[in-house]
């Protein structure tokens, strides 16, 4: 299970007309990269802060800007090789701020496992993103190819991490799983608000795990069939 390279074309042509509307604001693809960043960034404040609706909606917001300035600087022919590293660096550094804000976040609710879902599913999702860039920096699957392997890729940690977090901010703390299962911090019952979001987390992180292997399976095969036969 993957996104094909043919899918995230045709998912990134959907989004051409919104991407040239904000061209013709003024907005450039650096810019869009830029804004992309600002609202993400503020996304993970509202995370540190507990507020998991506000929060995983401005978050994903911000991660449509991911789609919007790539389909800008290819619809009007200002593709570079400083964009793609900007959008790159920029990806990175705003997934980190989402996850040290839900970091702060869960730890002051009080849950004590909670953090630690979340600083496994963020080392497998930096991890999922280093094999990629390894690989394609050592001549493997170069151009978009790595993109395409594996069952948790960027936009699918996206998706499952912004539905956790609005599904988790809707339910709320009302509600509580029973004695039995999960446990907060001093034994209390966890809210099941808190569970949605511990289970998205785990998700990204049992996900992110699989995609490394996949990844370096594929990198494996390309090196085998790269490799100089030997002579017999």
């Given at each position: 299970?993957?996104?094909?390279n043919?899918?995230?074309?045709?998912?990134?042509?959907?989004?051409?007309?919104?991407?040239?509307?904000?061209?013709?604001?003024?907005?450039?693809?650096?810019?869009?990269?830029?804004?992309?960043?600002?609202?993400?960034?503020?996304?993970?404040?509202?995370?540190?802060?507990?507020?998991?609706?506000?929060?995983?909606?401005?978050?994903?917001?911000?991660?449509?800007?991911?789609?919007?300035?790539?389909t800008?600087?290819?619809?009007?022919?200002?593709?570079?090789?400083?964009?793609?590293?900007?959008?790159?660096?920029?990806?990175?550094?705003?997934?980190?701020?989402?996850?040290?804000?839900?970091?702060?976040?869960?730890?002051?609710?009080?849950?004590?496992?909670?953090?630690?879902?979340?600083?496994?599913?963020?080392?497998?999702?930096?991890?999922?993103?280093?094999?990629?860039a390894?690989a394609?920096?050592?001549?493997?699957?170069?151009?978009?190819?790595m993109?395409?392997?594996?069952?948790?890729?960027?936009?699918?940690?996206?998706?499952?991490?912004?539905?956790?977090?609005?599904?988790?901010?809707?339910v709320?703390?009302?509600?509580?799983?029973?004695d039995?299962?999960?446990?907060?911090?001093?034994?209390?019952?966890?809210?099941?608000?808190?569970?949605?979001?511990?289970?998205?987390?785990?998700?990204?992180?049992?996900?992110?795990?699989?995609t490394?292997?996949?990844?370096?399976?594929?990198?494996?095969?390309?090196?085998?069939?790269?490799?100089?036969?030997?002579?017999g």
């Open positions: 299970m993957s996104i094909s043919q899918t995230r074309s045709r998912i990134k042509r959907l989004g051409e007309p919104l991407a040239l509307a904000l061209g013709r604001a003024g907005l450039t693809p650096n810019g869009l990269t830029v804004a992309g960043f600002a609202i993400t960034a503020v996304g993970a404040v509202l995370l540190a802060n507990q507020l998991w609706l506000a929060g995983g909606l401005v978050v994903f917001g911000g991660g449509l800007f991911d789609l919007f300035d790539g800008l600087a290819r619809a009007t022919g200002r593709v570079s090789r400083f964009g793609a590293f900007l959008d790159s660096v920029f990806d990175r550094w705003g997934e980190a701020l989402v996850y040290v804000g839900l970091v702060a976040g869960l730890h002051a609710s009080g849950w004590a496992n909670a953090p630690i879902f979340a600083a496994a599913a963020m080392a497998g999702a930096f991890l999922v993103s280093y094999v990629r390894k394609e920096g050592m001549g493997f699957s170069s151009g978009t190819g993109a395409a392997v594996g069952i948790m890729p960027r936009e699918i940690r996206l998706v499952i991490l912004c539905g956790g977090l609005v599904l988790g901010g809707l709320g703390a009302d509600l509580v799983v029973p039995g299962g999960f446990q907060g911090a001093g034994g209390a019952a966890l809210p099941l608000g808190m569970l949605v979001i511990e289970a998205a987390l785990a998700i990204i992180a049992i996900g992110a795990t699989v490394i292997v996949q990844r370096i399976l594929h990198v494996r095969v390309q090196a085998s069939r790269d490799a100089p036969e030997r002579p």
